[in-house]
């Protein structure tokens, strides 16, 4: 007996691997722009909690949190920036601030950046 075997093709299409690679080369695109804006909010937190932790007055902690974003190239927050405020002995600080991440000539990306070192996770409002 005499099998039959089928000659059907199976695979991705030119087409269909061109859109592939189109959708890859937009999210490539979107991690390239996101990524160092994230690991900069990721050294604004670090750099908040090393302030809070080397303790002081409040401009001995703003002036730490400077020296830390001097050091580890923070450009979108310094420490005239941060919210401090005291309940009692132990301090409690605060941060937010929109980054603006350009796409291309006429899309943006706006993203909200915000930490605390309250338990409570609340943002304190910065008082203009």
């Known amino acids: 007996m005499m099998q039959v075997f089928s000659r059907k093709q199976a695979g991705i299409s030119l087409t269909g691997l061109i859109l592939v690679l189109m959708v890859l080369g937009v999210f490539a695109l979107l991690a390239i722009k996101i990524v160092p804006s994230y690991l900069e909010f990721r050294a604004v937190r670090d750099g908040m909690t090393r302030a809070k932790a080397a303790g002081g007055s409040v401009a001995e902690m703003r002036q730490t949190f400077d020296k ?11 420490g005239r920036d941060l919210v401090i405020s005291r309940d009692g002995a132990n301090p ?7 980054k603006r991440i350009p796409l291309t000539e006429r899309a943006t990306l706006v993203i909200d950046y915000d930490g605390t070192t309250d338990p409570s996770g609340v943002v304190a409002a910065k008082a203009d």
């Open 92 to 98: 409690e600080i605060s941060f937010a601030y929109e």
């Open 68 to 78: 830390f974003a001097e050091i580890n190239n923070v450009e979108a927050i310094h």
